[in-house]
Structures are given as C-alpha cells and as structure tokens.
C-alpha cells in the first residue's frame, strides 16, 4: 500500500499548474543562465529557443531577459508556436477573437 502511495504523491507532484503570463516569466527567470564576458553579460532561458538577452551589468541583463521573454512568448501565441511549459507550470491564455 505504501508503494502505491508513494506512486499516486509523483503523480500529483507531476500535475500540471495553470500560471498567468506574469508568474510564468518569473518561473522562467528562475532558470536564466547568466554568464559574464568581456563586454558584459549574456541571459539566456535554456527552454525558450533563441531567447536572449545581454546588458552592460547583471542586473541590466536580468531587466532586458524579462522584455526578451515576453516578446518571445507574445510572438509565439500570435504565430500559435508551441509554449514550453516551465517544470509543472503551463501558461494559461485567451485569444481575443475579434483582434486576432
């Protein structure tokens, strides 16, 4: 029985969470790699193809990867392009008929 419980708690663990667009950049953010070259620093979000970002310091980085993901996943919903989810999460989103 306890196996079976122990089973049936992955499961849920593995259960996917609806987020808005706000909480899925945070997640995303999260798993940024940033690394530091000679003329600044370079942001990237692994899961997000082509998604990245550079600024003169970290934090400007950091600041200019939030813009980069938004666009990213604004232009991937405009396109209907697949949304990676972010571990659990999916993004929850409505199309506006009238606007396309």
């Known amino acids: 029985m306890a ?3 122990r089973r049936m708690n992955r499961q849920r663990a593995k259960a996917t969470q609806s987020v808005t667009l706000a909480e899925y950049i945070e997640r995303a953010m999260r798993r940024a790699r ?20 550079c600024g003169r310091t970290e934090q400007e980085a950091r600041e200019n990867l939030k813009e980069a993901i938004e666009a990213w996943l604004l232009t991937g919903l405009r396109f209907g392009d697949p949304i990676p989810s972010v571990g659990n999460a ?5 199309v506006d008929e009238e606007h396309g």
Do not use: K
């Open 34 to 53: 940033i690394i530091q070259d000679e003329t600044g620093y370079t942001a990237t979000v692994p899961f997000l193809r082509g998604c990245i970002s």
């Open 3 to 5: 196996v079976t419980n």
């Open 90 to 94: 999916v993004l929850v989103y409505t």
